[in-house]
C-alpha cells in the first residue's frame, strides 16, 4: 500500500473486502485511489477478484436462504441497526477523515454534513419509519366478494416480503451517504446485501464493513467488495443469484445496468443523472446572484439534483450575470484540508477534462463565459467557478450534465417560455421555483416536469422520498416508497368457514 504524505491513518480494513462477515485481502487487479486535492495517489490495495465477487454473492444467497436474517421480527432487525448506526456515529471523525482526502470535499465546507452527518442521522427515523409501516394490509373486498360459493367467508391481504439478494452500485460523489441509503434499508427489510463502491472512492465504504462486522451483522447479511474495473459489477447485475440492483449513477450506465439485469427480470432501482432547473420568478430575481454558490460549494458541483440551469427574465438577465460574476469573488478555492476552502476540486482529471470540453462546446454553440470557465493552475483537479450565458437551452451545457461546478443563465419572455425550457431536457430529477407570490410558485412548479419540485425551499430528510422521472431514473429513495422499493408484495387469500 503507497500512501502520500497528506493522507490520513488507514486501518486496513479500508482496503480489506467484507465476505461473510469477515475481512478478507483482495485478490484482484490493485485500486488506486487518489486525492484530488492533491493528485497524488493516497492508496494502493488489492481489489476483489471476480471469484471472490461470486463469494460474495453465494454467502448473500446463502444468508437469505438459509439464514435467520429474513424470518427475524422487524424490531429485531431494526435493534441490530441500531447498534450498527451508533457505532458510525462514535467513529464519525475518523469516517469525515477518509471523505474528506478520497473525495476531495472541503472539511469546513456544509458538503461534509451533507457526506456524512447528515445520512448517518437520517438512519433512525428511518428505521422508526420502517417500523410503522404495516407488514399486511387488507384487500378491499365488496362486501359480497367477501362471502365465499363454498360457504364461509373470505379475506384477502397483501403481506410485504423481502425482495431477496440486493446487489448495490454506488457513485463516486457521496459515497457514504449513497452507501447507507442502500444498505439500511434493504436490511431493515430482511433482505441481504452486497454492495460495490465506485473504485475512485471506496475507502469510506470499505470502512463501514468494520462498523457493521461489530455491531453484529449475522455473516453474509452485508457483503462489500470493491475493484478497479468493471467485471464484478457485471456480475452483479447479472447473476440469477442476485434478485435486485440498485445502481446510483449516470444514466449512461443506469441503462447499461438496467438491460443486464432484464435477462432474469431482476427488480432495478435506479437512481441517475440530472440537469435541474431553478426558475427565478420576477418579484425573486434579486436572489438569483447567488444561484451558482450553491451549485459550487455543494462538493464543487458533482451532484445530481443541483440546480445548474437558472432561468431569468431576460430584461434582468445582465444584472444577475454581473451579481453572479461579483459573488463567485468569494470562493476561496484550494486543498480540501484547509478549513477556509470552500471551493475544492473534481474527483479526477478526467472531471477537469470534462467540464473543460462542456466550456469549449457551449461558446461554439453562442454561449459567452462571465466568470471562470478554465482549470486552475495547481496540483490536483481545479475548476475554476463557472457562469455561462448561454442564448437558449438547446445549448450543449444546458442540455447534458456536465458535474462540475458550471452554471448556465438562461433568459426567459414569459412564465410559459420558462416552463418551457425548464422541460426541455431528457431528465426530470429535480427542480426549484423561487418566487414571493407563493401562489404563482406553486402554480409554476404544478408543471413542471420532474420527480422533486423545491418551491422557495430545499428538504432532505428520511420520510421524504425523491427519484426521477424520464432518464433521470425508476423507483424512489428515502421515504415509505424508499423503503417499499426493497419488498415486493404476496397476495394471500384466506378461506374460514361460518
Not at 31 to 58: K, W, Y
Not at 88 to 107: F, M, N, Q, S, Y
Not at 242 to 260: L, P, R, Y
Not at 441 to 468: K, Y
Request: hydrophobic share 40%; net charge negative; with cysteine.
Amino acid at each position: 500500500m503507497l500512501l502520500a504524505p497528506d493522507a490520513p491513518a488507514a486501518s486496513a480494513w479500508t482496503t480489506r473486502m467484507l465476505i461473510g462477515g469477515r475481512p478478507v485481502p483482495g485478490q484482484g487487479e490493485p485500486v488506486r485511489v487518489t486525492n484530488p486535492s492533491t493528485g497524488q495517489v493516497t492508496t494502493e490495495f488489492a481489489g476483489a477478484s471476480l471469484d471472490q465477487v461470486r463469494q460474495a454473492i453465494t454467502a448473500a444467497r446463502t444468508a437469505f436462504d438459509h439464514g435467520t436474517w429474513p424470518d427475524l421480527p422487524p424490531a429485531e432487525r431494526v435493534a441490530i441497526l441500531r447498534r450498527f448506526q451508533a457505532r458510525l456515529v462514535e467513529r464519525i471523525d475518523e469516517l469525515k477523515a477518509l471523505i474528506v482526502t478520497e473525495t476531495g470535499v472541503p472539511v469546513g465546507s456544509p458538503a461534509l454534513a451533507f457526506q456524512v452527518d447528515n445520512p448517518i442521522a437520517q438512519m433512525p427515523p428511518m428505521l422508526d419509519l420502517y417500523l410503522r409501516l404495516p407488514e399486511i394490509e387488507d384487500n378491499p373486498l365488496t362486501l359480497d366478494e367477501r362471502l365465499s360459493p363454498f360457504g364461509g367467508m373470505l379475506q384477502s391481504l397483501r403481506r410485504y416480503v423481502p425482495v431477496g439478494v440486493v446487489t448495490g452500485i454506488s457513485a463516486y460523489n457521496f459515497p457514504v451517504y449513497i452507501g447507507l441509503w442502500k444498505i439500511f434499508p434493504a436490511l431493515a427489510t430482511g433482505n441481504t446485501v452486497i454492495l460495490r463502491p465506485s473504485p475512485l472512492t471506496p475507502l469510506s465504504t470499505l470502512w463501514i464493513g468494520e462498523v457493521a462486522a461489530a455491531a453484529g451483522l449475522p455473516d453474509g447479511v452485508l457483503n462489500i467488495v470493491a475493484e478497479a474495473g468493471a467485471e464484478g459489477a457485471e456480475l452483479l447485475t447479472t447473476d440469477p443469484a442476485v434478485d435486485m440492483v440498485t445502481f446510483t449513477g449516470s444514466c449512461g450506465v443506469g441503462k447499461k445496468v438496467a438491460e443486464q439485469a432484464s435477462a432474469t427480470l431482476k427488480h432495478v432501482h435506479l437512481e441517475l443523472g440530472g440537469k435541474s432547473a431553478q426558475i427565478f420568478l420576477p418579484d425573486r430575481v434579486d436572489q438569483a446572484g447567488q444561484a451558482p454558490i450553491g451549485v459550487c460549494m455543494s462538493h464543487a458541483g458533482q451532484g445530481c439534483v443541483l440546480g445548474t440551469r437558472v432561468f431569468v427574465p431576460e430584461a434582468d438577465k445582465p444584472g444577475v450575470l454581473a451579481a453572479m460574476k461579483a459573488s463567485l469573488q468569494v470562493l476561496k478555492i484550494g486543498d480540501s484540508t484547509d478549513r477556509e476552502t470552500l471551493l475544492g476540486p473534481v474527483i479526477s482529471e478526467a472531471q477537469v477534462q470534462r467540464c473543460e470540453r462542456y466550456v469549449r462546446l457551449a461558446i461554439e454553440a453562442g454561449a459567452t463565459v462571465v466568470a471562470g470557465g478554465r482549470r486552475v493552475d495547481r496540483p490536483g483537479f481545479y475548476f475554476e467557478p463557472t457562469v455561462l450565458d448561454v442564448p437558449d437551452n438547446r445549448n450543449p451545457a444546458a442540455q447534458d450534465e456536465i458535474f462540475g461546478p458550471v452554471v448556465c443563465v438562461i433568459g426567459y419572455r414569459d412564465i410559459d417560455h420558462a416552463i418551457e425550457m425548464a422541460n426541455d431536457t431528457r431528465f426530470g430529477l429535480s427542480g426549484y421555483v423561487h418566487g414571493k407570490d407563493a401562489r404563482q410558485a406553486l402554480a409554476v412548479a404544478r408543471r413542471m416536469r420532474t420527480g422533486t419540485i423545491n418551491v422557495n425551499a430545499f428538504v432532505n430528510s428520511a420520510n421524504v422520498s425523491s427519484g426521477g422521472h424520464r432518464e433521470s431514473g425508476l423507483g424512489r429513495e428515502r421515504g415509505i416508497e424508499g423503503i417499499r422499493a426493497f419488498q415486493e408484495i404476496q397476495c394471500m387469500n384466506l378461506g374460514t368457514a361460518i
